[in-house]
């Protein structure tokens, strides 16, 4: 977000090759003025693509933000300072994962549409309700997203919901509790569902990659849980159990969720193919010879043969791979079958798609909220079933709301390893009731560090405050109604 928007999202610079894939065209190239533009429904088109590839070119970003601070990964040589500051609490407004000027480049994208494709019905007779109604659902979505993701990352951020048209436009917009914009952007989701299809796009990938019914109740069932309204997470989740054409893959092909993509059990995916000019960045990050990103001990130990653990499907071989002795790598994005050495090759390095929802995710999103009900039986049934399908045995556990926590947290992190999952899960845990299980979460965090920066770190993390990101420096200088984030106010 910028305080003066010098250049306007219509005429940006996006490269399209001529092998791009139909329904992925971007916006047109330079030189292209406001009122040359919004003519027709091919222009809508348009801009709602530009806003996916947006997203979509910050999946490493969403790895970090999901991963750097938890405890399932650790840096390598090749790891920025930026990175192992951010790992280990050390933050400060100059970084540059503070910078969350790619979030709101998605969110003025979406509101371009909401603002101006309602005028294009006027120019273009083929631009009918429906297809509108429809692209609507889809930014209304993609804005929620990115606005689930600013709030998880920073706590309380500014709630934009006009374009930034031109150098004049009112930009200087101060935060709003983080809490109450996600309870704002329910009823939004909401009146986006009706319009969303369920499988009317043209190809499966598609169907996976763009937004559908069930994808806007993914989001609205984790935005839920998020917000502890565990009534209506499983309202949420029972719609999509509802849906006959989403299931878990069975165990011999839990791997084909990440190669080739786009499963049975998939929801809602970014969308890569580097063949066509649209590579993802994880290959790169976590391929065995890039010394960014490892699994971290902890990991090795929940999926390591070596270790006596069960995880034939989904653990070595699957989310990690072992090449030698103390080498071990993330094969979720370079993989190209559940065998640890077959490495993704060619075209294909960086095609693998950024998950952003499956189903065993959001089965687990209503194991944990039944379990905080008190409905045991029903969550455990959840929760063996996710196991059963792995290839691993069911669980007997006490009937406990702090016993499934911890079960459901250690599942998650087997089931959703590396996936961007792991330090929201741990917050939304040391949020719950007030912070009673703050220390748990301090416990699980320390675990991954160096014996000599374990009390450091502890300390850092007992303050829930220090669990959000500060605000970039660049963006307290432009906007003087933002107050920096308290934590980091010295």
């Excluded at 027709?40 to 979509?56: L, N, Q």
């Excluded at 804005?143 to 930009?171: G, H, K």
């Excluded at 006959?244 to 998939?266: C, D, H, Q, R, T």
């Excluded at 599942?411 to 949020?431: I, S």
Aim: proline share 4%; charged share 25%.
């Amino acid at each position: 977000m910028r305080n003066k928007a010098k250049i306007i999202i219509l005429i940006a610079v996006i490269t399209v090759t001529s092998g791009c894939s139909d329904w992925l065209n971007l916006i047109p190239p330079q030189g292209l003025i406001r009122e040359e533009f919004w003519q027709t429904k091919e222009d809508v088109h348009a801009v709602v693509m530009g806003a996916y590839e947006s997203f979509a070119q910050m999946d490493d970003r969403l790895f970090r933000y999901g991963e750097l601070r938890a405890d399932m990964i650790i840096g390598d040589v090749n790891q920025s300072l930026d990175e192992q500051k951010v790992a280990e609490s050390n933050i400060y407004p100059d970084n540059w994962l503070c910078n969350w000027a790619q979030f709101y480049t998605v969110i003025n994208y979406c509101n371009e549409v909401i603002k101006n494709a309602p005028l294009v019905q006027d120019r273009d007779d083929t631009f009918t309700d429906y297809i509108l109604q429809s692209y609507l659902s889809e930014v209304y979505f993609l804005r929620s997203l990115a606005y689930f993701y600013l709030v998880r990352i920073y706590r309380d951020v500014p709630f934009v919901t006009e374009p930034t048209e031109t150098d004049d436009a009112d930009v200087y917009q101060a935060k709003i509790d983080g809490e109450d914009l996600l309870r704002l952007l329910i009823p939004e989701l909401e009146e986006a569902r009706k319009y969303a299809t369920t499988d009317g796009y043209q190809t499966p990938e598609e169907i996976k990659g763009r937004v559908t019914k069930v994808a806007i109740d993914a989001l609205m069932a984790d935005i839920s849980l998020w917000l502890f309204e565990y009534e209506a997470v499983i309202t949420y989740a029972e719609r999509i159990e509802a849906s006959i054409e989403y299931v878990l893959m069975p165990p011999a092909k839990w791997f084909e969720i990440f190669y080739p993509g786009n499963s049975l059990e998939s929801i809602f995916e970014f969308q890569f193919e580097e063949q066509l000019n649209q590579p993802n960045k994880m290959y790169g990050l976590t391929r065995r010879y890039s010394f960014n990103y490892d699994p971290s001990q902890k990991a090795i130990e929940m999926f390591g043969l070596e270790f006596g653990n069960n995880e034939q499907k989904r653990g070595e071989k699957s989310s990690i791979a072992k090449f030698g002795d103390d080498d071990w790598g993330i094969w979720k994005y370079v993989g190209r079958a559940a065998d640890g050495i077959t490495e993704r090759t060619g075209s294909d390095q960086r095609s693998c798609n950024w998950m952003v929802y499956r189903l065993a995710d959001v089965l687990l999103m209503k194991a944990e909220a039944l379990s905080q009900l008190s409905r045991y039986n029903e969550s455990l049934e959840i929760i063996n079933d996710i196991r059963y399908r792995a290839g691993v045995p069911g669980l007997s556990l006490p009937d406990s709301p702090v016993a499934y926590e911890d079960a459901i947290l250690q599942e998650r992190a087997l089931e959703l390893a590396f996936e961007g999952k792991r330090w929201f899960d741990l917050v939304r845990m040391g949020r719950r009731n007030d912070y009673s299980r703050k220390s748990k979460l301090i416990e699980i965090i320390v675990s991954n560090v160096p014996s000599t920066q374990k009390r450091i770190l502890a300390t850092k993390l007992t303050n829930p405050l220090g669990w959000y990101m500060p605000i970039a420096e660049s963006e307290i200088e432009r906007n003087p109604n933002l107050i920096q984030n308290p934590y980091y106010i010295f």
